[in-house]
């Protein structure tokens, strides 16, 4: 057997994007340690993992510190559907602020390289399409949805202060929609809606009158373009928008 690559952690491992990035990261050889609290995540989506001799389940909750001997860690535990991430506010927040902090004092303390699993919501209600990384935004801090949208640039301030005060590797990747197999299908976004009302035979529901847009990027592209990141010389930090180019009306 291949000695593994390297140590590699991921955080939100159990969940939807980060399951598919365990498996990646196996198939490259590497030792990938699995983090995840099942907040949103299930042991179904890592069940054929589970007896891999590369692949270590912790079950932890990253609001609270973690010590572990890794080269890389990939930062991804936060609920992602405003369903979720709106059922607990205040955890959320915890979840992207005081997560970052843990993962990059482990990261500072074991010089590892770690990778941010940032969001298009970091722009808020955008007023420019396509959004290009040095766009601002055009965001809130009060309203419902801040509990993602400013937790997550709270993550991005931290990872680049960790960045220029302490040298930490970091790689800062904002998401966009990403579809696929082991997506929550009750996450209210619109390609499980889409895919769920379909399966029943029900009617296809439309908000206001379809003309808002959205990009869509399977999840295997995504993962692609997460491990390209990671790659890149450390003189690149990011932020790098990761996703679909292009952008449809529904
Ligand atoms: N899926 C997308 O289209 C999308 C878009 C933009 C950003 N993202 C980001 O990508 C990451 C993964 O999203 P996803 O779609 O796989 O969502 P997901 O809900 O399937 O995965 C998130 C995982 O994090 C775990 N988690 C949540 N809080 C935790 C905590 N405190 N400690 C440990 N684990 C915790 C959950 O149990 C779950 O397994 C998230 O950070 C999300 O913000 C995703």
Request: aromatic share 10%.
């Amino acid at each position: 057997m291949l000695h593994p690559l390297k140590r590699i952690m991921v955080t939100g491992g159990a969940g939807f994007l980060g399951s598919h990035l365990c498996e990646r990261l196996l198939e490259e050889g590497h030792d990938v340690l699995c983090v995840d609290n099942f907040f949103t995540g299930s042991k179904m989506n890592i069940e054929h993992l589970l007896d891999h001799p590369h692949f270590e389940f912790m079950r932890h909750d990253v609001t609270f510190p973690l010590y572990v001997e890794v080269d890389e860690i990939y930062n991804l535990a936060c609920p992602a559907s405003p369903v979720h991430y709106q059922f607990d506010p205040v955890q959320t927040t915890k979840t992207s602020v005081h997560g970052a902090i843990n993962m990059l004092g482990l990261a500072k303390r074991v010089q590892a390289k770690v990778f941010q699993a940032s969001t298009s919501e970091v722009y808020g209600d955008p007023q420019i399409h396509p959004q290009p990384e040095s766009y601002w935004g055009h965001v809130n801090p009060t309203g419902i949805r801040s509990c993602y949208d400013e937790g997550k640039r709270c993550a991005e301030t931290l990872f680049f202060d960790y960045h220029r005060q302490h040298g930490v590797k970091i790689k800062v990747g904002r998401i966009f929609n990403t579809y696929g197999p082991r997506m929550h299908p009750n996450d209210g976004r619109v390609v499980s809606n889409f895919i769920v009302q379909a399966l029943r035979g029900a009617p296809i529901t439309l908000y206001g009158d379809g003309s808002q847009t959205r990009s869509f990027c399977y999840v295997d592209d995504l993962i692609e373009g997460f491990v390209r990141l990671m790659a890149t010389d450390d003189h690149i930090p990011g932020p790098r928008n990761v996703g679909d180019p292009g952008e449809f009306t529904l």
